[in-house]
C-alpha cells in the first residue's frame, strides 16, 4: 500500500507569527491526522526552528524548501542538511520548478541535492516538469523523463524507497491553463513506468505527487487517480480551511492499492 502525502510548499511566506498563527489555525481544525495519510509542511527557513516546535507533539511533519548539495564550508546564505536534520526536518523540496528556472538548477545539480539529502537521511521530495512550451511542443513525456532518470541515477533500492517524486504541470500553475485529473494521471503513469524499468517493482512503493494547484475543489478528484498518491500543495497551504479540507480528503480516500504490473500509455 502507498499511504498519502499531503504536503504544504509555503514558498517565501510566512515569518514567525504568521508560521505560529497558520499552525495553529490547522491544528485547531485538525487535532489529529489518520494513520493512513501523512501530512508535510515546509515553512520558511526563518520559521523552521518554530514549526518544528510548535509541531512536536502533533502527527504533522517538518521538512525545508531547499538544501545545498556541499556538507559545509564557504556557501554564503546556504543551508545544509546536517543543519536542517539537526532542527528537526525528516524531507527536504529538491528541484522546485522555481528552483530551477529562477536559480538555473540543472538535472546534475537536483541530483547531487538528492545525494546529499539521502545520505543525512532526509527524504527528498523530487520535482519534475514540463513548461507549457514543451507541452505544446510535444516533448512533456520527453522532458519528464530525463529529469526522472537524472534524478534517480545510481540510486539503489534503499534508496529510491526513501524519494517522492512531485509532478509539477508548470504549464497549469498560474498562466490560466488547467491539468486535467485525466493528464494528470497520464503523467503519474509514465513516471511510475520509467521508475519501474529502472528498479522493477520497488517503483510500487514510490509516492507521486501531483504539484500543480491542487485544491479542495479538484483534490477528491486528482487523489482518486490511480497513480496520484498525494499533492504538493502551494497556495492552499497558507490558508487552514483549504488546507485541512484536502487533508480530509486525503484520509476518506484512504491507502493506494499498489498494482502488480504498473504501465503507462505514452512512451518516448
Given at each position: 500500500?502507498?499511504?498519502?502525502?499531503?504536503?504544504?510548499?509555503?514558498?517565501?511566506?510566512?515569518?514567525?507569527e504568521?508560521?505560529?498563527?497558520?499552525?495553529?489555525?490547522?491544528?485547531?481544525?485538525?487535532p489529529?491526522?489518520?494513520?493512513?495519510?501523512d501530512?508535510?509542511?515546509?515553512?520558511?527557513?526563518?520559521?523552521?526552528?518554530?514549526?518544528?516546535?510548535?509541531?512536536?507533539?502533533?502527527?504533522?511533519?517538518?521538512?525545508?524548501?531547499?538544501?545545498?548539495?556541499?556538507?559545509?564550508?564557504?556557501?554564503?546564505?546556504?543551508i545544509s542538511?546536517s543543519?536542517?536534520?539537526?532542527?528537526?526536518?525528516?524531507?527536504?523540496?529538491?528541484?522546485?520548478?522555481?528552483?530551477?528556472?529562477?536559480?538555473?538548477?540543472d538535472?546534475?545539480?537536483v541530483?547531487?541535492?538528492?545525494?546529499?539529502?539521502?545520505?543525512?537521511?532526509?527524504?527528498?521530495?523530487v520535482?519534475?516538469?514540463?513548461?507549457?512550451?514543451e507541452?505544446?511542443?510535444?516533448?512533456?513525456?520527453?522532458?519528464?523523463?530525463?529529469?526522472?532518470?537524472?534524478?534517480?541515477?545510481?540510486?539503489?533500492?534503499?534508496?529510491?524507497?526513501?524519494i517522492?517524486?512531485?509532478y509539477?504541470?508548470?504549464?497549469?500553475?498560474?498562466?490560466?491553463?488547467t491539468?486535467?485529473?485525466?493528464?494528470?494521471?497520464?503523467?503519474?503513469?509514465?513516471i511510475?513506468?520509467?521508475?519501474?524499468?529502472?528498479?522493477?517493482?520497488?517503483?510500487?512503493?514510490?509516492?507521486?505527487?501531483?504539484?500543480?494547484?491542487?485544491?479542495?475543489a479538484n483534490?477528491?478528484?486528482?487523489?482518486?487517480?490511480?497513480?496520484?498518491?498525494?499533492?504538493?500543495?502551494?497556495?492552499?497551504?497558507?490558508?487552514?480551511?483549504?488546507?485541512?479540507?484536502?487533508?480530509?480528503?486525503?484520509?476518506?480516500?484512504?491507502?493506494?492499492?499498489i498494482?502488480?504490473n504498473?504501465?503507462?500509455?505514452?512512451?518516448?
Open positions: 500500500m502507498r499511504k498519502l502525502l499531503i504536503a504544504g510548499n509555503w514558498k517565501m511566506n510566512g515569518g514567525a504568521f508560521t505560529s498563527d497558520l499552525l495553529s489555525a490547522i491544528k485547531n481544525q485538525k489529529t491526522i489518520s494513520e493512513e495519510v501530512v508535510l509542511v515546509c515553512p520558511t527557513f526563518v520559521s523552521l526552528s518554530m514549526a518544528i516546535d510548535q509541531l512536536h507533539e502533533s502527527d504533522i511533519l517538518v521538512g525545508a524548501q531547499n538544501v545545498h548539495e556541499a556538507e559545509k564550508g564557504a556557501y554564503t546564505g546556504e542538511a543543519m536542517l536534520v539537526e532542527a528537526g526536518c525528516s524531507y527536504v523540496l529538491v528541484g522546485h520548478s522555481e528552483r530551477r528556472a529562477y536559480y538555473h538548477e538535472d546534475a545539480l541530483h547531487k541535492k538528492i545525494q546529499t539529502a539521502l545520505a543525512h537521511e532526509l527524504s527528498p521530495v520535482c519534475v516538469g514540463e513548461l507549457l512550451a507541452r505544446k511542443e510535444g516533448r512533456h513525456f520527453e522532458v519528464v523523463k530525463t529529469q526522472t532518470l537524472a534524478a534517480f541515477e545510481g540510486l539503489s533500492d534503499e534508496q529510491v524507497v526513501q517522492v517524486v512531485a509539477e504541470p508548470v504549464w497549469a500553475i498560474g498562466t490560466g491553463e491539468a486535467s485529473p485525466e493528464q494528470a494521471q497520464e503523467m503519474h503513469a509514465f511510475r513506468s520509467i521508475l519501474a524499468e529502472q528498479f522493477g517493482d520497488v517503483a510500487q512503493a514510490i509516492r507521486l505527487l501531483y504539484g500543480g494547484s491542487m485544491k479542495p483534490a477528491q478528484e486528482l487523489l482518486s487517480r490511480a497513480d496520484v498518491d498525494g499533492g504538493l500543495i502551494g497556495g492552499a497551504s497558507l490558508d487552514a480551511e483549504s488546507f485541512v479540507s484536502i487533508i480530509e480528503i486525503a484520509e476518506s480516500l484512504s491507502t493506494k492499492t498494482e502488480p504498473p504501465s503507462s500509455t505514452s512512451e518516448v
